[in-house]
């Protein structure tokens, strides 16, 4: 099928399972073209459609970046959510300050998405001047989300300082995973902080 | 589904604020936002515990349809609350007309695990499958058989099995798996875990939803894998995986962490 058949076939799809197959097709083409349908994807409040989308803009990586981040604002929550985790897992310095912001969402599913993305930025893509500042912005970031009201993004920082501390030895990473480790509350968020020790 | 949580926009009360507002009669608004304010911040002060007991037998805060909203937050509450003192008044809700206190009130029974709740929680399934129909007219059944049957599960009433098991073949498919979810946790048998692992695959993803937070409950571990893989929102299906490990981390010596609870986080993490 050509890439405008794929694109067709999502647009025409007649239940929410249909949509899924095709968005999952117009992934598995792996084209540039396919991205604002793929974008577009994210706002279906389909979340096996949404899966599917996330997937192909990840794989297509670099390409998806300033198109995602471009739309970003036009989103609803349910979009952004998605778009973010995209982001996230693409890892491109280019998302550093939206994951910073989006870490302070009112919604926890962003913040969940944009911790854990911190942690896992491609930093050689950056100019080795540049480096520094936004590793430490990043850290900064995560150090606070420590603290946040909802385990699991708790649980995402951790795992983002865990790989951010495997990059660099930063200040402060290894006490707070203790402090975690040790005293937070819930026994989930405690065992991943015990295991980003071992 | 949004299960996102915003307490920010709450307006802020004190206790005593909380337990006046419930108190007067005046504006139902407040008094509804109290009861749910009190369970929020489990206040356990006694006189918050016997001003939400008073509000179960509230009759001024009524809804068009002559339900008793006000009761219904106040058990949710009173669930929350794990007071003992709660137990009798709760198991008295049971008998209310109002679905919806009825339903709420089994939750907050199998919240607060006492047996006392046994007896009255099987009497709502009386009349097995044939007589769990829907109310002509509304979106439930006569009874709240869902609650009921995964309160009975949660209590540990072994005594209920021979009742719980025909409803695995019940017509609504959340009463199925409450029933699975329920027989589970009475008998350990897989077969009943492994009924909401084949659940997980389901066309609806409102079933499937339902399965994976009945599966994060029982703690089944079997079912981690399929979790991941389940099409629906990563939220959920962290909140389940979550489930299952603290059930596995409990079970063993010092909430010791094993290869199988590396396994499982390393499934958490790839959701995140």
């Known amino acids: 099928m050509t890439t405008e058949a ?15 197959e095709a968005v999952a097709a117009l992934s598995a083409a792996r084209t540039e073209a396919a991205i604002p349908t793929l974008i ?14 996330v997937r192909g803009l990840v794989q297509l990586g670099d390409v998806a970046v300033m198109p995602l981040l471009d739309r970003l604002d036009g989103y609803n929550y349910g979009a952004r959510a998605w778009a973010i985790r995209a982001l996230a897992e693409i890892g491109d310095p280019r998302s550093l300050e939206v994951l910073v912001a989006a870490a302070a969402d009112f919604s926890l599913s962003v913040r969940r998405a944009a911790v854990r993305g911190l942690g ?30 909802e385990w699991v993004v708790r649980y995402a920082a951790i795992v983002a300082l865990e790989k951010l501390g495997k990059d660099v030895t930063l200040d402060g990473i290894r006490s707070r995973l203790e402090t975690l480790a040790t005293t937070d509350d819930t026994l989930a968020v405690r065992a991943r902080a015990q295991v980003a020790l071992d | ?36 304010w009190l369970g929020r911040f489990r206040v356990r002060d006694r006189a918050a515990i016997e001003a939400l007991i008073a509000a179960l037998e509230d009759t001024t805060d009524r809804s068009p349809d002559g339900g008793y909203p006000l009761r219904r937050n106040a058990a949710k509450a009173l669930g929350k609350l794990g007071d003992r003192a709660a137990v009798s008044p709760l198991i008295e809700c049971l008998h209310c007309d109002d679905y919806y206190v009825r339903e709420s ?50 209590i540990g009433a072994t005594e209920a099995i021979t009742e719980i098991e025909p409803f695995l073949a019940h017509s609504v498919e959340k009463v199925q798996y409450a ?37 994060g409950a029982i703690g089944y571990e079997g079912a981690a894998e399929a979790i991941a893989k389940t099409f629906a929102e990563n939220s959920l ?9 603290e059930a596995h981390l409990e079970r063993n010596d010092n909430a010791q962490i094993d290869d199988r609870a590396v396994e499982m986080m390393a499934l958490m993490d790839s959701l995140l």
């Open chain 1, 6 to 20: 794929l694109i067709a076939a999502v647009d025409s799809a007649d239940s929410p399972a249909a949509l899924v």
């Open chain 1, 40 to 53: 577009r994807v994210l706002g279906f409040n389909n979340p096996g459609a949404a899966v599917a989308a």
């Open chain 1, 120 to 149: 896992f930025i491609e930093w050689d893509k950056l100019p080795p001047e540049a480096m520094a500042a936004a590793k430490g912005r990043s850290r900064q970031t995560l150090l606070a989300a420590c603290d946040d009201p």
């Open chain 2, 1 to 36: 589904m949004n299960r996102d949580t915003d307490f920010s926009s709450a307006p802020s009360l004190t206790i005593d604020r909380a337990i006046a507002n419930l108190q007067q009669t005046e504006d139902t608004g407040d008094r509804y936002y109290a009861a749910w």
């Open chain 2, 105 to 154: 009130a089994a939750q907050a029974l199998e919240q607060l695990g006492d047996r006392a709740a046994i007896s009255p929680l099987l009497r709502l399934l009386e009349g097995g499958v044939e007589a769990a129909v829907r109310v002509p007219g509304k979106p439930y059944l006569v009874q709240p058989y869902e609650a009921a049957i995964e309160a009975l599960g949660t």
């Open chain 2, 179 to 215: 029933a699975a979810r329920a027989l589970f946790q009475l008998t350990g048998k897989v077969e009943y875990g492994d009924r909401l692992v084949a659940a997980l695959t389901g066309p609806k993803l409102q079933s499937r939803r339902a399965a994976l937070l009945d599966l």
């Open chain 2, 237 to 245: 299906k962290l909140i389940s995986l979550k489930g299952i490990l």
